[in-house]
């Protein structure tokens, strides 16, 4: 079946730390790859995509590269910021018009 | 603006009452999601639907109940025979093919007591 593992968390950084939350899936087929971020009491808003291997997809300073040799999709930023402070969903998409299948979700904070 | 209205954001009901869910969409998209969060399990998919008139089970699907009347609305009831309905629900919208992300609400928070 198809199924999204993300590194467990709390992930607590000082500002201006390097982040990287990783990211491994199992699909069959050729799944697009998402990254979410969630803050608090609000929805789901999308971070960034790629729908094939080797994409990089990339936003906001954070970027995750389609790894189908290692079936991974970790999310990195070079220069955390205090407003980062959120939750990181990774997420998989497998078939037309089929169900978005997340991770359990990380909790990033960020000190000043 | 497009997106994704949930309402209301808070909702509060006595133990045995049904409560139904309102999720509008203007993004012209045909596929609706509904999911639950509860803290520490990230979310869990309720039901879901491709097209008007037609609607699947999720993982969870057993005390709720959705329709999916208009393309713009999908409403879900949580319903009396749902153990623990306490949780933050969302729904979702989403062109159908599969490089299309969904589109997130700001989600219902319903408390049950």
């Known amino acids: 079946g198809n199924s999204v593992t993300q590194m467990e968390g709390p992930v607590t950084l000082s500002e201006e730390a390097f982040l990287t939350i990783n990211c491994t899936y199992t699909?069959?087929?050729?799944?697009?790859l998402f990254w979410y971020v969630q803050y608090p009491g609000e929805g789901l808003q999308l971070l960034l995509k790629?729908?094939?291997?080797?994409d990089k997809g990339s936003n906001k300073g954070f970027e995750a590269t389609y790894r189908k040799e290692t079936t991974s999709f970790h999310l990195e930023k070079g220069s955390v910021q205090v407003s980062d402070s959120a939750v990181y969903f990774c997420?998989?998409?497998?078939?037309?018009?089929?169900?978005?299948?997340f991770g359990q979700g990380t909790e990033l904070s960020v000190k000043p | 603006d497009g997106g994704i209205t949930q309402s209301p954001k808070y909702l509060f009901r006595k133990e045995g009452q049904n409560v139904t869910l309102s999720c509008e969409q203007n993004?012209?998209?045909?596929?609706m999601y509904w999911y639950r969060q509860d803290p520490g399990q990230g979310l869990r998919l309720i039901y879901y639907s491709q097209i008007v008139n037609d609607f699947q089970k999720g993982d969870i699907a057993e005390g709720y109940s959705v329709s999916r009347e208009k393309k713009e609305s999908f409403p879900l009831t949580v319903t009396s025979a749902q153990k623990n309905p306490t949780a933050f629900y969302l729904c979702?919208?989403?062109?159908?093919?599969?490089?299309?992300?969904?589109?997130f609400g700001n989600g219902t928070r319903l408390t049950v007591t």
């Open positions: 993004l012209n998209h045909d596929a």
């Open positions: 979702a919208s989403s062109n159908r093919d599969r490089d299309s992300p969904l589109h």
């Open positions: 699909a069959t087929g050729y799944p697009s």
């Open positions: 997420a998989l998409r497998n078939n037309q018009g089929g169900k978005l299948i």
């Open positions: 790629a729908t094939k291997a080797d």
